[in-house]
């Protein structure tokens, strides 16, 4: 569907990452970038370029990993954080992608390049599950050592995603 509403603010995920693609480098010296996000999309989009090249079938299959990723952070908040039921994680996931798609402008910054907003829904989401889970997490020694893990977890993750800085 993307395809019918494709312009020129889409293109930014795949060019990035043919800029990282063609430098071998992190940042190309010769690419003039919007914002220097070190955790942006292109790096969904990377190993799709040497399959297609740098087009439509590498965005889409960028922008389709993402759409994994983001349920999949949204099913891991809902199941193993909130101790959501099967039913409610599956409620929970398609009432976030269905809340992300409902008007031509959500589409636009959810599904048409991942950048800044997408991102940070992403980072939010997954640096969240990983934060209540540790939290709540027992007292029993057992349980300690996989607290500590999922807290160091939480705490690398929410550093890692603060690396792309503020917009």
């Not at 990723?69 to 009432?95: E, I």
């Not at 800044?116 to 029993?140: E, H, I, K, P, Q």
Request: proline share 4%; net charge neutral; with cysteine.
């Amino acid at each position: 569907v993307a395809a019918g509403e494709f312009h020129a603010d889409f293109t930014d995920t795949v060019l990035w990452a043919e800029a990282t693609f063609r430098s071998g480098r992190l940042f190309d010296p010769d690419f003039y970038y919007a914002a220097a996000m070190p955790f942006g999309g292109q790096w969904l989009m990377l190993p799709f370029l040497p399959l297609f090249g740098t087009g439509m079938a590498a965005h889409t299959a960028g922008m389709v990993l993402f759409s994994l990723f983001l349920a999949g952070a949204v099913a891991l908040l809902a199941r193993r954080a909130l101790r959501f039921s099967p039913v409610w994680t599956a409620v929970a996931v398609a009432s976030a992608l269905l809340c992300v798609s409902g008007s031509e402008k959500m589409r636009e910054l959810y599904w048409g390049h991942i950048i800044y907003y997408s991102l940070g829904s992403l980072f939010l989401t997954l640096g969240l599950a990983l934060t209540v889970s540790a939290l709540d997490a027992a007292d029993a020694p057992a349980v300690r050592r996989r607290r500590w893990t999922t807290l160091g977890a939480a705490c690398v993750w929410i550093f890692l995603s603060s690396q792309n800085g503020l917009q």
